[in-house]
């Protein structure tokens, strides 16, 4: 048989797709494993929500609607985007997407040029240095410390800055680390981008999970940089609606016309019936997103207290999104009279078979002495995985 195409051979599978899955067929096996491993909400989707999505399905709006999304959802998008994150954007400047996902793949095929790089900070959500592989451009990663809360400035980026540099990804508040990005370092980013010449491509699918009285800050409300950012978010988390598959971006009308571009080529619109229902997830009453923020951030609390129980394992306090990212480095070298654990693929698959609960391991994010916990799980289920991963650990030697 004739060769495949190699590109494929140079990208990972996304680890947090492929875990998820194992977790779920496992469970079909009958194994009694706790998932934590999707950064999916466990809430059920609003009920005005779903609503909208039948009261569609009944009026027929099942067929194709303009490759962008709807003028009514474009509009609603481009409001919030004014009201919440202080973006100057009109419908013009929105594109709906397939998730979150699909817009931050759009706007690195349209930007890219093969050899052009593309900065991401590491700990990264697994698909960033993949997607740029995908448009031909070479992912370079910056290492963030620990100490530092995995945060990074701009001094921090200019070493890593080279006449190819195309872009850079930031993520706040960030999967898997769950660290913040200040308004002042998101400042001094566009300063450097402005000076610099490169794009920003800022996911702030977490924007409305955020805890402690913080606020979320978009760097693409900063007038100077508004062409060259292009803000990537959606409906998932924030409206408990992973399966739904809308996201969406805000950017230059330029940039927007060539992703749409793309977008007609490869999926055309987003599903009409998902578009209704996003319409009234933005456009409905917004008491339920605060309902699950709360609730977030009250599960992250309990978890705090419990993780930090655990010897072993050493963990930042999360100031967004719902994930522990916990170091896993002082079990390294430890067994359980089996396999010695040396890495974090180790360390998941132990807790796995040993605990029954399903992570997702460090490396997959860039980090290899860390794991990824999510805590978008029940109260219940947390606890109970809390305590099989501590018995777990305690066995080891
Ligand atoms: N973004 C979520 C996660 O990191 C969902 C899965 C995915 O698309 O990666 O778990």
């Known amino acids: 048989m004739t060769s495949l195409s190699e590109k494929v051979d140079r990208i990972e599978e996304s680890q947090t797709i492929a875990i998820t899955s194992l977790a779920k067929k496992l469970r079909a096996e009958g194994k009694k494993i706790i998932s934590l491993?999707?950064?999916?909400?466990?809430?059920?989707?609003?009920?005005?929500?779903?609503?909208?999505?039948?009261?569609?399905?009944?009026?027929?709006?099942?067929?194709?609607?303009?490759?962008?999304?709807?003028?009514?959802?474009?509009?609603?998008?481009?409001?919030?985007?004014?009201?919440?994150?202080?973006?100057?954007v009109k419908a013009s400047n929105i594109l709906v997407s397939n998730g979150g996902k699909h817009s931050i793949f759009n706007a690195l095929q349209t930007i890219c040029n093969p050899g052009d790089e593309v900065i991401i900070p590491a700990p990264y959500w697994v698909?960033?240095?993949?997607?740029?592989?995908?448009?031909?451009?070479?992912?370079?990663?910056?290492?963030?410390?620990?100490?530092?809360?995995?945060?990074?400035?701009?001094?921090?980026?200019?070493?890593?800055?080279?006449?190819?540099?195309?872009?850079?990804?930031?993520?706040s508040p960030s999967n898997p680390t769950g660290s913040v990005a200040s308004e002042e370092t998101l400042r001094g980013i566009a300063k450097l981008a402005k000076e610099r010449d490169f794009f920003i491509i800022s996911d702030e699918i977490y924007e409305k999970i955020i805890y402690d009285g913080n606020k979320h800050f978009s760097i693409g409300s900063i007038p100077e940089v508004q062409d060259r950012v292009i803000t990537a978010s959606g409906v998932s988390k924030a409206y408990s609606m992973t399966g739904w598959r809308i996201g969406f971006m805000a950017a230059n009308e330029e940039i927007v016309k060539r992703a749409s571009k793309i977008q007609s080529q490869l999926t055309s619109n987003a599903s009409s019936i998902s578009q209704a229902a996003a319409l009234e997830a933005l456009k409905g009453p917004q008491s339920d997103v605060e309902k699950m923020r709360v609730s977030f951030q009250h599960r992250r609390d309990v978890m705090m207290e419990r993780l930090s129980g655990i010897d072993g394992m050493t963990l930042a306090k999360p100031g967004g999104?719902?994930?522990?990212?916990?170091?896993?480095?002082?079990?390294?070298?430890?067994?359980?009279?089996?396999?010695?654990?040396?890495?974090?693929?180790?360390?998941?698959?132990?807790?796995?078979?040993?605990?029954?609960?399903?992570?997702?391991?460090?490396?997959?994010?860039?980090?290899?002495?860390?794991?990824?916990?999510?805590?978008?799980?029940?109260?219940?289920?947390?606890?109970?995985?809390?305590?099989?991963?501590?018995?777990?650990?305690?066995?080891?030697?």
């Open 321 to 397: 999104a719902f994930y522990f990212f916990p170091s896993v480095k002082r079990l390294f070298g430890k067994s359980n009279g089996g396999q010695v654990l040396r890495n974090s693929a180790d360390i998941a698959s132990y807790l796995l078979l040993e605990a029954q609960v399903a992570l997702v391991p460090g490396a997959a994010f860039g980090s290899d002495s860390h794991i990824r916990i999510s805590y978008a799980y029940a109260e219940k289920e947390l606890t109970e995985a809390v305590d099989r991963i501590a018995a777990a650990v305690t066995k080891l030697r």
């Open 127 to 171: 698909s960033f240095p993949e997607m740029v592989k995908l448009a031909d451009a070479t992912p370079v990663i910056l290492q963030t410390k620990e100490e530092r809360g995995f945060t990074f400035t701009a001094n921090d980026l200019r070493p890593l800055l080279t006449q190819k540099t195309k872009a850079l990804i930031i993520n």
């Open 37 to 88: 491993s999707a950064g999916e909400p466990d809430f059920p989707t609003p009920e005005n929500v779903k609503q909208a999505a039948i009261k569609a399905i009944n009026d027929n709006f099942t067929k194709y609607t303009q490759n962008e999304g709807t003028p009514e959802l474009r509009e609603a998008v481009a409001e919030k985007f004014r009201r919440d994150n202080g973006l100057n």
